[in-house]
């Protein structure tokens, strides 16, 4: 038997953010994979009542953005069922509520980034642990090394966010960063794209996880600022984060083909 021929490099497939021709093909693209990162937030348990919300900008009217309908179950939701809200809170699309919170907060984050396609907010448990210490993460990880030096503390507290000042104090907070842990309340993440808005969310939160149990079993040793940096610069962009995210959106996406309708 002859010796196995390596197949050409060029042949072999690997999935990248796709391109669309049109404003319609990408539009319903984002809202695919927002009720899919959706239904994958609900599974991994990010949701708590009616809180928690992510959002993703329209292609064409950006000052709009698709998001999760109010008092909907993220297990459930669909595409047809995602709402558009404009930059003043008003649903234009849809026949559902929309959480003020989630326009008070996002909205002002969408204004202040342009380049910020998607936001995900909700109050998972390691988060909201992390925050009420009101730290960063450390370093202790190389996957926390993603949010070195990229991502900041919102040092205040001052309730149920409903105010639009409120939330471009948040807005600002965050700057040009990936990540913001909002004191007592949890973690707000955005992308480029809904991928990796969610895949930096779920990422968050595990590091949270691991910096809380670490912290309770010993002194974590921290990794040096010079390879957390060089580790952050060859993890931390948004294009990673979109390729470590495709194992969950192919899961979700085969395993409940009924959120695309």
């Known amino acids: 038997m002859p010796e196995p021929t390596p197949v050409p490099t060029e042949q072999l497939r690997f999935a ?13 693209y984002r809202k695919e994979r927002l009720a899919a990162a959706l ?35 993220f297990r459930h939701i ?7 809200v404009n930059h003043e809170g008003k ?29 995900a907010h909700s109050h998972s448990t390691y988060g909201r642990a992390l925050s009420s210490l009101g730290e960063l993460l450390d370093p202790i990880t190389q996957d926390a090394c993603a949010f ?12 149920v966010v409903v105010d639009e000042e409120e939330g471009r104090r948040i807005a600002a907070a965050l700057g040009p960063h990936k990540a913001v842990i909002l004191r007592n309340h949890g973690l707000l993440t955005v992308g480029d794209s809904v991928d990796a808005a969610a895949w930096w969310f779920i990422a968050m939160e595990r590091s949270c996880q691991v910096q809380l149990t ?4 010993g002194n974590p040793v921290p990794i040096g600022h010079h390879d957390a940096v060089r580790t ?27 959120l695309f309708d």
């Open 16 to 28: 990248m953010p796709p391109r669309h021709a049109t404003v319609e093909g990408e539009r319903q």
């Open 39 to 73: 239904r994958l937030f609900g599974r991994l348990g990010f949701e708590e009542g009616v809180a928690g919300h992510i959002t993703v900008r329209d292609p064409e009217f950006t000052d709009c953005f698709w998001v999760n309908p109010f008092g909907m179950a």
């Open 78 to 84: 669909t595409v047809r069922e995602l709402i558009l």
């Open 91 to 119: 649903v234009v699309e849809g026949r559902h509520h929309v959480n003020q919170a989630a326009f008070v907060i996002h909205a002002q984050v969408h204004r202040a980034r342009p380049d910020a396609v998607a936001a």
């Open 148 to 159: 070195y030096e990229a991502h900041v503390l919102y040092d205040r507290y001052t309730g």
């Open 214 to 217: 670490a912290r309770a079993a």
């Open 232 to 258: 952050r610069e060859q993890l931390g962009s948004d294009l990673v984060a979109w390729i470590n995210y495709q194992p969950l959106y192919q899961d979700i996406a085969r395993s409940e083909p009924d």
